[in-house]
RNA sequence: GCGUCCGUAGCUCAGCCGGAUAGAGCAUUUGCCUUCGAAGCAAAGGGCCGCAGGUUCGAGUCCUGCCGGACGCGCCA
């Protein structure tokens, strides 16, 4: 991954200790840069940082070393060129190398082979989280894509890795819904789509409680909380109803789970976390815990973490005792070393406070504990909220999607491809255009979903990364050779070509600085560097009509290896390209 | 009030843990389909990188203050 970077580095490093002059630093992978334009080299050495030691303007240095090196530029064949320009002095690899050391292994898959780069850690990646009774809305889907890509990426780069997800199953919103659905509901269950109706009730229940004068309200809430009280009983009509209505949601969250391809190893649910209650307990008997206002909890204010409450007043527990059995779980029972939390940015303190907390009582897995959060998906009026009845359901945002592809492309073929084609075919673009757009961004800022925009299959988009892989189909549909690891690169002459491959060349580095800042968009951007760099080569380097067989072999190796990452690249972020669209 | 995050082109965003004239997409304008898929390519216009200081040879990037926005700050999740 380095063998260029490495090769600059030595060669400097030869130079300048030649020289024996003292408190030059040690120059290492971390000084050479990229140039701003390809014309002015393929790696840079700036010389501002070796002027003091050398007692000379970094511009003359350049001029310098660059007239030194040309000595083990000659002898070095990874590289064409040194010269200098101003106080850099910029390197250029030869493209024949380049393209030897880049497209064969990716040809052959080695490429993609990472283990042994990172030390491989068993880690769980938590995800998604949906709480049963409520619907699922484009809101959500910003986690999964966040929390799918990193699993993938991780797995990548070397890591074991299991995919969890934590339900919320129990609680007062549950207890609301359940309320409204057996006292005021007006309509019978649906057959279909029973978990987005479940979030129906739940909504119409929160309406109905705010919309209520005093008095009436207060004999409702005194109704949910006797709905929540059976609930907790775990028996009777009300905890039968719960057991139904909870399977519709999950059932519902398993067909997105199944439309998106989002992975998951383990579940975990919020109502299976009663462990929670003695771990506060064993804390306070450890003196660890303290007790505050008749309630319980720890004391991280020397830690700039406020105090973090454990246990109510009345005795049950909170969302934050469940984190804490949550983790216990993850750690004991699976033995993870490292454990990733993909939730949103409002939870930031939370999970401040649950790692220091776990820390506090013992587990020395709290050191490799990380909140991967993310900011909202705001609509273009502002914040969607279920109450208010702004929200794109998962269902809403499929159907329109669906209809959007097929109308606009797919329909020509229909007759001419199977129903099952393009029915697939429509589902993968579609999941593209979602996943690219909830993930291409960084994640610590909030998303504006402007499903008009959305819609559009133009411009930075997962859908263009689909087309630009279903013209490398086509290529190679009309040119059915095998490509060739051993084809002559030294043919690929053009800017364009040359530009590819070093893509191709940079793509690793960008996942593993993806995997370790925990940042999928990184992964993102290189996909859409990669395509618009194939899209570019596409129309000056023809296969098909090229100048003789070898020069064919060249681009279709070429092309054939960009097909390889960017299949292997949509994958690392769950996005599956159709062979044709 | 305190804390965290964000502020870059008309809009939506990149900017590689300090480096060369700040880059994309959308929108606008203009070229390119009898030659591998135009969901594409090429090009143009459009910027006191919120403001003010500081550190540095060098700051969109680091530090401080201010302005604007989002989120959080004990019995919700």
Redesign the pocket.
Known sequence: MYRFVDTIVTILDRELKGRGLPGLPEIGR??I?????P???D???????L??ALRKP?AVIAQELAAALQGALAAEPLLTAIES??????FRVSVEELARHTLPAILDGSSFEQSGRVRREKVMVEYS?P?THKAFHVGHMRNVALGDALVRMMEYVGHEVIAANYI?D????IAKCLWYYRNHRTEAPPAANRGEWLGEMYTAATRLLEAAPPAERKTYEAEVSRVLAQLEAREGEVYRLWEETRAWSLEAFHEIYRWLGARFDHWFY?SGMELGRQIVEDGLRRGIL????????M?LEPY?L????L????G???????DLALAHLKFERYGIERSIYV????????FQQVFKTLELLGYAQAARCQHL?Y??V?L?E??MSSRAGNVILFSALRDRMNAY?LS???EPHRGDWSDAEIAE?CRR?AVAAIRYGMI?????????F?LE?WL??????G??L???Y??I???Q???PREPDPRADFTLLTHE?EKRLVRELY?FN??VH?AAE?L?P??VA?AL?RL??E?????????????ENDAV?DA??AL?AATRAVLERGLHLIGIVP????
């Not at 194939?534 to 296969?543: A, D, G, I, L, M």
């Not at 159709?578 to 669209?581: A, D, K, Q």
């Open positions: 971390g000084w840069e990229q140039p701003p334009e014309e002015l080299g790696y840079a050495f700036p010389c501002f940082r002027a003091k970094p320009a101003g106080p850099y002095v910029n989280q709480n919320g129990v609680g007062a919103h919020e303290v007790r505050s206002q008749g309630a319980a909890g004391d700039g406020g105090f973090f409450l246990l109510k007043a009345d049950n527990t909170l969302y934050s005792t469940k939730v949103g940015t409002e939870q930031n303190l939370h959060s900011g909202l705001m273009p502002g914040k592809i606009h492309y797919l075919t673009i291409k961004q960084d994640p610590a800022k909030n998303i504006v402007n925009d559009v299959s133009e411009g930075d988009t859908t263009y689909c087309y630009a279903t013209r189909c086509s290529v549909r009309l040119v364009n940079d580095r960008s600085q800042q940042r968009n990184l951007n859409f395509a618009k194939f899209s570019r080569t596409y129309t000056t380097s023809s296969v098909k009509n090229a064919g681009r279709l092309f159709p062979e044709r669209m």
